[in-house]
Protein backbone atom coordinates (compact mmCIF):
# COMPACT_ATOMS: atom_id res chain seq x y z
CA UNK A 1 0.00 0.00 0.00
CA UNK A 2 0.87 3.47 -1.09
CA UNK A 3 2.03 5.77 1.78
CA UNK A 4 -0.79 8.22 2.93
CA UNK A 5 1.17 10.82 3.12
CA UNK A 6 2.61 10.38 -0.61
CA UNK A 7 -1.12 10.58 -1.88
CA UNK A 8 -2.20 14.11 -3.48
CA UNK A 9 -5.24 15.69 -2.47
CA UNK A 10 -7.73 14.97 -5.37
CA UNK A 11 -6.30 10.79 -5.17
CA UNK A 12 -6.98 11.46 -1.03
CA UNK A 13 -10.61 12.91 -1.98
CA UNK A 14 -11.34 9.85 -4.13
CA UNK A 15 -10.17 7.46 -1.03
CA UNK A 16 -12.01 9.35 1.61
CA UNK A 17 -14.88 9.55 -0.86
CA UNK A 18 -14.99 5.99 -1.12
CA UNK A 19 -14.01 5.26 2.40
CA UNK A 20 -10.73 3.80 1.64
CA UNK A 21 -8.75 5.47 4.03
CA UNK A 22 -10.70 8.10 6.40
CA UNK A 23 -9.71 11.77 7.35
CA UNK A 24 -8.32 10.82 10.89
CA UNK A 25 -6.03 8.33 9.95
CA UNK A 26 -4.67 10.57 6.92
CA UNK A 27 -4.38 13.40 9.52
CA UNK A 28 -2.56 11.00 11.88
CA UNK A 29 -0.21 10.50 9.15
CA UNK A 30 0.50 13.35 8.48
CA UNK A 31 0.99 14.11 11.97
CA UNK A 32 3.44 11.87 12.59
CA UNK A 33 5.49 12.79 9.38
CA UNK A 34 6.17 16.63 11.36
CA UNK A 35 7.56 14.64 14.03
CA UNK A 36 9.72 12.82 11.97
CA UNK A 37 10.60 15.70 9.99
CA UNK A 38 11.60 18.52 12.36
CA UNK A 39 14.81 18.67 11.74
CA UNK A 40 13.91 20.85 8.75
CA UNK A 41 12.52 23.26 10.37
CA UNK A 42 9.25 24.10 8.58
CA UNK A 43 6.68 24.80 11.09
CA UNK A 44 7.17 27.18 13.88
CA UNK A 45 3.54 26.40 15.47
CA UNK A 46 2.12 22.95 15.17
CA UNK A 47 -2.04 22.53 16.02
CA UNK A 48 -2.28 18.70 16.05
CA UNK A 49 -4.83 18.31 18.11
CA UNK A 50 -7.11 20.89 16.91
CA UNK A 51 -6.87 19.12 13.01
CA UNK A 52 -7.31 15.53 14.76
CA UNK A 53 -10.57 17.37 15.97
CA UNK A 54 -11.42 18.86 12.68
CA UNK A 55 -10.44 14.69 11.07
CA UNK A 56 -13.04 13.22 13.47
CA UNK A 57 -15.87 16.23 12.42
CA UNK A 58 -14.89 15.16 8.99
CA UNK A 59 -15.55 11.54 9.40
CA UNK A 60 -19.18 12.19 10.83
CA UNK A 61 -19.41 14.42 7.02
CA UNK A 62 -18.25 11.61 5.05
CA UNK A 63 -20.44 9.27 6.57
CA UNK A 64 -23.61 11.49 6.49
CA UNK A 65 -23.07 12.76 3.37
CA UNK A 66 -22.64 16.06 3.87
CA UNK A 67 -18.62 16.59 3.27
CA UNK A 68 -17.34 19.58 1.31
CA UNK A 69 -14.35 20.28 -1.71
CA UNK A 70 -11.81 20.09 0.94
CA UNK A 71 -13.21 17.42 3.67
CA UNK A 72 -10.91 16.34 5.78
CA UNK A 73 -7.74 17.26 3.48
CA UNK A 74 -4.71 18.49 6.31
CA UNK A 75 -2.70 21.68 5.67
CA UNK A 76 -0.07 23.90 6.26
CA UNK A 77 -0.36 28.03 6.61
CA UNK A 78 2.54 30.06 6.04
CA UNK A 79 2.95 32.09 9.42
CA UNK A 80 1.59 35.24 7.53
CA UNK A 81 -2.03 34.15 7.30
CA UNK A 82 -3.77 35.52 10.30
CA UNK A 83 -5.38 32.41 11.98
CA UNK A 84 -8.08 33.24 14.81
CA UNK A 85 -6.73 32.01 18.45
CA UNK A 86 -3.80 30.44 16.68
CA UNK A 87 -0.43 32.53 17.02
CA UNK A 88 0.33 34.57 13.82
CA UNK A 89 4.22 35.73 14.15
CA UNK A 90 5.16 36.58 10.43
CA UNK A 91 8.62 35.00 11.60
CA UNK A 92 9.60 38.84 13.61
CA UNK A 93 10.43 38.97 17.46
CA UNK A 94 7.97 42.16 17.37
CA UNK A 95 4.67 40.31 16.81
CA UNK A 96 6.01 36.98 17.89
CA UNK A 97 3.04 36.62 20.86
CA UNK A 98 0.49 37.85 18.32
CA UNK A 99 -3.25 35.80 18.64
CA UNK A 100 -4.99 36.88 16.74
CA UNK A 101 -8.86 37.01 17.36
CA UNK A 102 -9.93 36.80 13.61
CA UNK A 103 -8.81 34.55 10.69
CA UNK A 104 -7.76 35.73 7.43
CA UNK A 105 -10.05 35.51 4.29
CA UNK A 106 -8.41 32.69 2.43
CA UNK A 107 -7.64 30.48 5.57
CA UNK A 108 -11.84 31.13 6.51
CA UNK A 109 -12.56 30.03 2.93
CA UNK A 110 -10.16 26.57 3.25
CA UNK A 111 -12.43 26.00 6.74
CA UNK A 112 -15.17 26.53 5.29
CA UNK A 113 -14.42 23.85 2.28
CA UNK A 114 -13.66 21.20 4.88
CA UNK A 115 -9.77 21.66 5.38
CA UNK A 116 -8.07 21.40 8.46
CA UNK A 117 -4.45 23.02 9.61
CA UNK A 118 -1.54 21.19 11.36
CA UNK A 119 0.02 24.38 12.28
CA UNK A 120 1.80 27.38 10.87
CA UNK A 121 5.14 27.15 8.65
CA UNK A 122 8.28 28.75 8.42
CA UNK A 123 8.79 32.26 6.05
CA UNK A 124 11.31 34.63 6.11
CA UNK A 125 10.98 37.63 8.55
CA UNK A 126 8.01 39.59 7.25
CA UNK A 127 8.60 37.29 3.93
CA UNK A 128 10.98 39.24 3.29
CA UNK A 129 13.84 37.28 1.52
CA UNK A 130 14.68 34.51 -0.75
CA UNK A 131 16.31 32.03 1.32
CA UNK A 132 14.05 31.86 4.42
CA UNK A 133 17.36 32.30 6.35
CA UNK A 134 15.69 35.69 7.90
CA UNK A 135 13.33 33.96 9.94
CA UNK A 136 13.47 34.68 13.80
CA UNK A 137 13.04 31.05 14.09
CA UNK A 138 16.08 30.29 12.29
CA UNK A 139 16.81 28.72 8.43
CA UNK A 140 13.98 26.47 6.69
CA UNK A 141 16.30 22.76 5.59
CA UNK A 142 15.48 21.90 2.04
CA UNK A 143 14.35 17.76 2.12
CA UNK A 144 16.54 17.62 -0.93
CA UNK A 145 19.59 18.81 1.00
CA UNK A 146 22.42 16.38 0.29
CA UNK A 147 25.92 16.64 2.23
CA UNK A 148 25.37 19.83 3.28
CA UNK A 149 22.47 21.86 4.54
CA UNK A 150 20.70 23.63 1.49
CA UNK A 151 18.12 26.56 1.81
CA UNK A 152 14.47 25.94 0.54
CA UNK A 153 13.85 29.15 -0.79
CA UNK A 154 12.11 31.80 0.32
CA UNK A 155 10.08 33.59 1.42
CA UNK A 156 7.63 30.46 1.65
CA UNK A 157 10.48 28.70 2.93
CA UNK A 158 8.64 26.80 5.48
CA UNK A 159 5.54 26.09 2.94
CA UNK A 160 7.30 24.32 0.29
CA UNK A 161 9.73 22.51 2.47
CA UNK A 162 6.62 20.90 3.95
CA UNK A 163 4.70 19.34 0.99
CA UNK A 164 8.05 18.14 -0.29
CA UNK A 165 8.30 16.31 2.81
CA UNK A 166 5.15 14.97 3.05
CA UNK A 167 4.91 17.14 6.18
CA UNK A 168 1.09 18.11 5.03
CA UNK A 169 -1.32 17.82 1.82
CA UNK A 170 -0.43 20.94 0.34
CA UNK A 171 0.42 24.68 1.95
CA UNK A 172 -0.55 28.39 1.22
CA UNK A 173 2.08 30.82 0.54
CA UNK A 174 2.44 34.37 -0.37
CA UNK A 175 3.84 35.65 -3.43
CA UNK A 176 5.15 39.48 -3.33
CA UNK A 177 8.19 39.25 -5.78
CA UNK A 178 8.54 35.31 -6.07
CA UNK A 179 8.04 33.82 -2.77
CA UNK A 180 5.68 30.81 -4.03
CA UNK A 181 7.31 30.33 -6.96
CA UNK A 182 10.72 29.93 -6.00
CA UNK A 183 10.58 28.11 -3.14
CA UNK A 184 8.95 25.70 -4.93
CA UNK A 185 11.45 25.53 -7.64
CA UNK A 186 14.25 25.09 -4.85
CA UNK A 187 11.66 22.29 -3.68
CA UNK A 188 10.62 20.34 -6.61
CA UNK A 189 6.96 21.30 -5.81
CA UNK A 190 4.31 23.02 -7.41
CA UNK A 191 2.75 26.41 -6.81
CA UNK A 192 1.04 29.43 -8.17
CA UNK A 193 0.82 32.93 -7.74
CA UNK A 194 -2.76 34.23 -8.92
CA UNK A 195 -3.59 37.58 -10.58
CA UNK A 196 -3.36 40.15 -8.08
CA UNK A 197 -6.96 40.62 -6.85
CA UNK A 198 -7.88 36.89 -7.01
CA UNK A 199 -7.36 36.56 -3.97
CA UNK A 200 -8.48 38.01 -0.63
CA UNK A 201 -5.66 39.77 0.91
CA UNK A 202 -7.85 40.50 3.83
CA UNK A 203 -5.83 39.17 7.65
CA UNK A 204 -2.74 38.57 5.59
CA UNK A 205 0.14 40.47 6.87
CA UNK A 206 1.20 43.00 4.60
CA UNK A 207 4.65 43.16 3.59
CA UNK A 208 4.19 45.80 -0.18
CA UNK A 209 0.52 45.60 -0.43
CA UNK A 210 0.38 46.48 -4.28
CA UNK A 211 2.56 43.24 -4.70
CA UNK A 212 1.50 40.76 -2.16
CA UNK A 213 -0.67 37.92 -3.50
CA UNK A 214 -1.67 34.74 -1.88
CA UNK A 215 -1.80 31.29 -3.59
CA UNK A 216 -1.02 27.00 -2.86
CA UNK A 217 1.59 25.47 -2.33
CA UNK A 218 0.68 21.49 -3.96
CA UNK A 219 2.49 18.12 -4.58
CA UNK A 220 0.64 18.85 -8.47
CA UNK A 221 -1.15 20.79 -10.71
CA UNK A 222 -4.03 19.28 -10.25
CA UNK A 223 -3.71 20.41 -6.54
CA UNK A 224 -2.94 23.73 -7.42
CA UNK A 225 -6.16 23.92 -8.68
CA UNK A 226 -7.91 22.44 -6.15
CA UNK A 227 -7.15 24.86 -3.07
CA UNK A 228 -7.36 28.45 -5.67
CA UNK A 229 -10.94 26.95 -5.96
CA UNK A 230 -11.19 27.56 -2.44
CA UNK A 231 -8.87 29.98 -1.82
CA UNK A 232 -10.05 32.49 -4.64
CA UNK A 233 -12.98 34.91 -4.42
CA UNK A 234 -14.08 38.76 -4.31
CA UNK A 235 -13.71 39.77 -0.68
CA UNK A 236 -15.49 43.02 0.55
CA UNK A 237 -12.59 42.97 3.41
CA UNK A 238 -9.95 43.97 0.56
CA UNK A 239 -10.86 47.28 -1.75
CA UNK A 240 -8.36 45.33 -4.31
CA UNK A 241 -9.58 42.30 -4.66
CA UNK A 242 -11.30 41.31 -7.99
CA UNK A 243 -15.17 41.02 -8.31
CA UNK A 244 -14.32 38.56 -11.73
CA UNK A 245 -16.07 35.43 -11.49
CA UNK A 246 -13.27 32.49 -10.37
CA UNK A 247 -13.61 29.50 -13.08
CA UNK A 248 -13.38 26.11 -11.50
CA UNK A 249 -9.98 25.63 -12.04
CA UNK A 250 -9.90 21.61 -12.46
CA UNK A 251 -11.90 22.06 -15.75
CA UNK A 252 -9.01 23.34 -17.83
CA UNK A 253 -6.83 20.46 -16.08
CA UNK A 254 -6.67 17.90 -18.98
CA UNK A 255 -7.82 20.28 -21.74
CA UNK A 256 -5.78 20.04 -24.87
CA UNK A 257 -2.88 22.59 -26.10
CA UNK A 258 -3.46 21.82 -29.80
CA UNK A 259 -2.90 25.33 -31.57
CA UNK A 260 -1.49 26.89 -28.18
CA UNK A 261 0.74 30.22 -28.33
CA UNK A 262 3.94 29.47 -25.96
CA UNK A 263 6.12 32.76 -25.67
CA UNK A 264 9.55 32.34 -24.83
CA UNK A 265 11.48 36.20 -23.63
CA UNK A 266 14.89 35.83 -25.03
CA UNK A 267 16.04 38.44 -21.74
CA UNK A 268 15.64 35.91 -20.14
CA UNK A 269 18.55 33.98 -21.38
CA UNK A 270 21.32 36.46 -20.47
CA UNK A 271 24.68 35.23 -21.38
CA UNK A 272 26.33 33.16 -18.74
CA UNK A 273 22.77 32.33 -17.52
CA UNK A 274 23.06 28.37 -16.27
CA UNK A 275 23.52 26.22 -19.06
CA UNK A 276 21.31 23.09 -16.80
CA UNK A 277 18.55 26.36 -16.63
CA UNK A 278 18.85 26.82 -20.75
CA UNK A 279 19.08 22.99 -21.47
CA UNK A 280 16.09 22.60 -19.05
CA UNK A 281 13.84 25.73 -20.59
CA UNK A 282 14.48 23.98 -24.01
CA UNK A 283 13.76 20.73 -23.11
CA UNK A 284 10.24 22.35 -21.27
CA UNK A 285 9.49 23.87 -25.03
CA UNK A 286 9.82 20.53 -26.62
CA UNK A 287 7.62 19.11 -24.46
CA UNK A 288 4.58 21.72 -25.11
CA UNK A 289 5.50 21.68 -28.98
CA UNK A 290 4.89 17.86 -29.10
CA UNK A 291 1.66 17.75 -27.60
CA UNK A 292 0.87 20.41 -30.63
CA UNK A 293 2.20 24.14 -28.84
CA UNK A 294 3.53 26.40 -31.38
CA UNK A 295 6.53 27.77 -29.91
CA UNK A 296 7.09 31.89 -30.37
CA UNK A 297 9.51 34.43 -29.53
CA UNK A 298 9.05 37.26 -27.90
CA UNK A 299 10.76 40.26 -26.43
CA UNK A 300 10.13 41.90 -23.16
CA UNK A 301 12.45 44.33 -23.10
CA UNK A 302 12.39 46.55 -19.99
CA UNK A 303 13.15 43.26 -18.20
CA UNK A 304 16.78 44.52 -16.81
CA UNK A 305 14.84 47.51 -14.72
CA UNK A 306 12.39 45.18 -12.96
CA UNK A 307 14.66 44.34 -10.20
CA UNK A 308 15.94 47.69 -9.45
CA UNK A 309 12.61 48.90 -9.23
CA UNK A 310 10.91 46.05 -7.46
CA UNK A 311 13.76 47.13 -4.92
CA UNK A 312 12.10 50.27 -4.88
CA UNK A 313 8.47 49.95 -4.63
CA UNK A 314 9.02 46.95 -2.47
CA UNK A 315 10.57 48.19 0.48
CA UNK A 316 8.78 51.87 -0.05
CA UNK A 317 5.46 50.04 0.57
CA UNK A 318 7.03 47.85 3.25
CA UNK A 319 8.56 50.95 5.20
CA UNK A 320 4.68 52.09 5.05
CA UNK A 321 2.89 48.92 6.41
CA UNK A 322 5.76 48.20 9.17
CA UNK A 323 5.13 52.01 10.67
CA UNK A 324 2.23 50.07 12.58
CA UNK A 325 4.79 48.05 15.15
CA UNK A 326 5.61 50.91 17.15
CA UNK A 327 5.29 48.56 20.40
CA UNK A 328 1.42 50.74 21.01
CA UNK A 329 -1.04 48.66 19.90
CA UNK A 330 0.55 44.71 18.46
CA UNK A 331 3.05 43.08 19.61
CA UNK A 332 6.02 43.20 21.86
CA UNK A 333 7.19 46.84 23.34
CA UNK A 334 10.27 47.75 25.31
CA UNK A 335 9.69 50.43 27.74
CA UNK A 336 11.19 53.64 27.41
CA UNK A 337 11.14 57.13 28.95
CA UNK A 338 8.37 58.56 26.35
CA UNK A 339 7.49 58.07 22.61
CA UNK A 340 10.21 58.64 20.96
CA UNK A 341 12.23 56.15 22.86
CA UNK A 342 9.37 53.57 22.92
CA UNK A 343 9.40 53.85 19.27
CA UNK A 344 13.31 52.96 19.11
CA UNK A 345 13.81 50.46 21.33
CA UNK A 346 10.46 48.78 20.42
CA UNK A 347 11.70 48.69 16.75
CA UNK A 348 15.21 48.13 17.38
CA UNK A 349 14.84 45.11 19.59
CA UNK A 350 12.19 43.77 17.43
CA UNK A 351 13.24 43.70 13.76
CA UNK A 352 15.89 41.68 12.09
CA UNK A 353 18.06 43.41 10.03
CA UNK A 354 16.70 42.63 6.47
CA UNK A 355 13.94 43.94 7.73
CA UNK A 356 15.54 47.07 9.13
CA UNK A 357 17.52 47.63 5.84
CA UNK A 358 14.01 47.90 4.16
CA UNK A 359 12.45 49.95 6.46
CA UNK A 360 15.50 51.90 5.79
CA UNK A 361 15.56 52.52 2.03
CA UNK A 362 11.75 52.72 1.68
CA UNK A 363 12.01 55.57 3.76
CA UNK A 364 14.41 57.28 1.90
CA UNK A 365 13.03 56.73 -1.59
CA UNK A 366 9.49 57.82 0.03
CA UNK A 367 11.45 60.96 1.46
CA UNK A 368 11.10 64.53 0.00
CA UNK A 369 13.86 64.98 -2.36
CA UNK A 370 13.98 61.68 -3.37
CA UNK A 371 10.63 60.66 -4.32
CA UNK A 372 10.48 62.27 -7.43
CA UNK A 373 14.23 60.02 -8.31
CA UNK A 374 13.36 57.08 -6.78
CA UNK A 375 10.17 56.55 -6.30
CA UNK A 376 8.26 57.89 -9.31
CA UNK A 377 10.93 56.42 -11.84
CA UNK A 378 10.14 53.11 -10.20
CA UNK A 379 6.20 53.38 -10.91
CA UNK A 380 7.04 54.91 -14.47
CA UNK A 381 9.25 51.27 -15.09
CA UNK A 382 6.94 49.54 -13.77
CA UNK A 383 3.61 50.78 -16.53
CA UNK A 384 6.89 49.79 -18.73
CA UNK A 385 7.01 46.51 -17.36
CA UNK A 386 3.32 45.98 -17.86
CA UNK A 387 3.39 47.58 -21.56
CA UNK A 388 5.83 45.04 -22.79
CA UNK A 389 3.76 41.58 -21.25
CA UNK A 390 0.14 43.54 -23.00
CA UNK A 391 2.27 43.55 -25.88
CA UNK A 392 4.22 39.97 -25.70
CA UNK A 393 0.26 38.61 -25.26
CA UNK A 394 -0.76 39.81 -28.06
CA UNK A 395 2.14 37.46 -30.02
CA UNK A 396 1.08 34.39 -27.27
CA UNK A 397 -1.31 33.23 -25.04
CA UNK A 398 1.06 32.34 -22.22
CA UNK A 399 4.97 32.70 -21.61
CA UNK A 400 7.43 30.09 -20.80
CA UNK A 401 10.68 30.86 -18.66
CA UNK A 402 12.69 29.17 -15.96
CA UNK A 403 11.68 29.92 -12.47
CA UNK A 404 15.20 31.06 -10.90
CA UNK A 405 18.77 31.10 -12.54
CA UNK A 406 20.11 28.83 -9.71
CA UNK A 407 19.84 25.50 -7.96
CA UNK A 408 19.25 25.95 -4.33
CA UNK A 409 22.75 26.52 -2.20
CA UNK A 410 23.66 26.06 1.32
CA UNK A 411 22.49 27.65 4.32
CA UNK A 412 25.01 30.49 4.96
CA UNK A 413 26.37 30.31 1.83
CA UNK A 414 25.07 33.90 0.69
CA UNK A 415 25.47 36.00 2.91
CA UNK A 416 22.59 38.68 3.09
CA UNK A 417 23.50 41.12 5.67
CA UNK A 418 26.76 42.14 4.09
CA UNK A 419 26.01 41.24 0.59
CA UNK A 420 22.02 41.85 -0.09
CA UNK A 421 22.12 42.50 -4.05
CA UNK A 422 23.66 38.79 -4.65
CA UNK A 423 20.38 37.44 -3.21
CA UNK A 424 18.25 39.80 -4.79
CA UNK A 425 19.39 39.10 -8.07
CA UNK A 426 18.24 35.89 -7.66
CA UNK A 427 14.15 37.33 -8.63
CA UNK A 428 15.48 37.67 -11.67
CA UNK A 429 12.57 35.87 -12.98
CA UNK A 430 9.56 36.53 -10.57
CA UNK A 431 9.83 39.79 -9.76
CA UNK A 432 8.42 41.42 -13.17
CA UNK A 433 5.06 39.11 -12.66
CA UNK A 434 4.37 41.31 -9.83
CA UNK A 435 4.95 44.54 -10.46
CA UNK A 436 2.59 43.45 -13.71
CA UNK A 437 -0.13 41.96 -11.42
CA UNK A 438 -0.42 38.68 -13.71
CA UNK A 439 -0.75 35.02 -12.26
CA UNK A 440 2.42 32.55 -12.91
CA UNK A 441 2.95 29.04 -11.35
CA UNK A 442 5.69 26.85 -11.43
CA UNK A 443 6.52 23.51 -11.56
CA UNK A 444 9.06 20.81 -11.22
CA UNK A 445 10.80 20.14 -14.64
CA UNK A 446 14.13 17.86 -13.41
CA UNK A 447 17.06 17.64 -11.39
CA UNK A 448 20.30 19.28 -12.02
CA UNK A 449 23.47 17.05 -12.29
CA UNK A 450 24.04 17.84 -8.44
CA UNK A 451 20.53 15.80 -8.26
CA UNK A 452 17.86 18.95 -7.08
CA UNK A 453 15.17 20.46 -8.43
CA UNK A 454 14.30 23.11 -11.17
CA UNK A 455 11.18 24.72 -11.51
CA UNK A 456 10.27 26.01 -14.84
CA UNK A 457 7.53 29.25 -14.89
CA UNK A 458 4.41 29.61 -16.72
CA UNK A 459 2.71 33.68 -16.66
CA UNK A 460 -0.55 33.86 -17.96
CA UNK A 461 -2.65 37.17 -19.09
CA UNK A 462 -4.44 38.66 -16.41
CA UNK A 463 -7.21 36.40 -14.82
CA UNK A 464 -5.96 33.83 -17.14
CA UNK A 465 -5.52 31.25 -15.34
CA UNK A 466 -7.25 28.97 -16.87
CA UNK A 467 -4.82 28.95 -19.86
CA UNK A 468 -1.88 28.68 -17.23
CA UNK A 469 -3.60 25.34 -15.82
CA UNK A 470 -3.81 23.75 -18.95
CA UNK A 471 -0.41 24.45 -20.49
CA UNK A 472 1.00 22.83 -16.62
CA UNK A 473 -0.63 20.31 -16.35
CA UNK A 474 0.13 18.90 -20.18
CA UNK A 475 4.44 20.19 -19.00
CA UNK A 476 3.96 18.31 -15.74
CA UNK A 477 2.83 15.02 -18.12
CA UNK A 478 5.55 15.74 -20.48
CA UNK A 479 8.48 15.87 -17.72
CA UNK A 480 7.50 13.51 -15.82
CA UNK A 481 9.20 14.40 -12.86
CA UNK A 482 9.12 12.32 -9.44
CA UNK A 483 8.39 13.94 -6.35
CA UNK A 484 10.46 12.88 -3.21
N1 LIG B 1 12.78 37.61 -2.59
C1 LIG B 1 11.93 38.74 -2.74
C2 LIG B 1 12.17 39.74 -1.64
O1 LIG B 1 13.03 39.50 -0.86
C3 LIG B 1 10.49 38.31 -2.80
C4 LIG B 1 9.88 38.03 -1.48
C5 LIG B 1 8.41 37.72 -1.57
O2 LIG B 1 7.87 37.41 -2.64
N2 LIG B 1 7.73 37.82 -0.43
O3 LIG B 1 11.54 40.75 -1.56
Excluded at 157 to 181: L, N, Q
Amino acid sequence: MTNLTDLTISESLAKLKTKDISPVELTQAYIDKMSENGKYNAYVTQTAEQALEGAKEAEKRYTNGTNRPLEGIALGIKDLFCTKNVRTTACSHIIDNFIPPYESTVTQNLLDDGALFLGKLNLDEFAMGGSNETSCFGPVVNPWSKERKLVAGGSSGGSAAAVAAKMCAAATGTDTGGSIRQPSAFCGVTGIKPTYGRCSRNGIVAFASSLDQAGPICKDVTDCALMLNSMAGYDAKDSTSSRIAVPDFTSFIGQDIKGLKVGLPEEYRPDGLNPEVSAYWDKAAEILKAQGAEIVHIGLPHTKYALPAYYVIAPAEASSNLARYDGVRYGNRVEANGLDELYINTRTAGFGNEVKRRILIGTYVLSAGYYDAYYLKAQKVRRLIKNDFDEAFKKCDVILTPTSPIEPFAIGDKNMLENPINMYLNDVFTVSVNLAGLPALSLPIGLSANGLPFGMQLIGKAFDEATIFKTAYQLERGANFVRM
